[in-house]
């Protein structure tokens, strides 16, 4: 069975020849669990951040939501999170109106809505060239995450 017998040096060739673009898989998949990680992250921090923004929101029964203590809260809730990297991080807060209550035409449905974007720091090589945002050379993935929250008044009775 001569057929099969390989040359000196074959073996090594086709490994340097298939290594480079298994490496670089493999290196996608990892730097997809990245950006999932991050992803996770950064869906939980929305989340948690609209709360704040929805319970601190406002300081009598039916009134307009201050944008400015929710930035606040936010603010600081951001730097506990994060640490070093709040600077990084820019969260967007604003308030949507949703509608009147019907049974008290004064009153108005309000949400906050907040945006967090982070940009995430690609760590596996060669991943640069199809996952990093613009500009490439910096290496980061930016992502962001939304999140609504309906923002929490006490209401006035009817007859006031």
Not at 68 to 81: P, S
Not at 105 to 130: A, C, Q, S
Request: proline share 5%.
């Amino acid at each position: 069975m001569k057929i099969f017998r390989r040359k000196r040096g074959q073996v090594v060739v086709e490994l340097l020849l298939i290594l480079p673009v298994f490496m670089l898989m493999v290196f996608f998949v990892l730097e997809y669990g990245n950006i999932a990680y991050h992803t996770l992250i950064m869906n939980h921090a929305s989340y948690e951040f609209a709360r704040i923004g929805a319970l601190v929101g406002v300081k009598k029964p039916s009134g307009r939501p201050d944008r400015t203590v929710i930035t606040q809260k936010i603010d600081q809730a951001k730097r506990k999170v994060f640490g070093a990297e709040a600077d990084h991080v820019s969260v967007n807060v604003k308030i949507e109106n949703t509608g009147r209550e019907p049974m008290y035409k004064k009153h108005m449905h309000e949400d906050v809505v907040v945006t967090v974007t982070y940009p995430v720091k690609l760590i596996f090589p060669g991943t640069n060239f199809l996952l990093a945002s613009q500009p490439k050379r910096e290496g980061k993935r930016k992502i962001q995450s939304t999140a609504r929250m309906p923002v929490e008044k006490g209401y006035l009775s009817s007859e006031d």
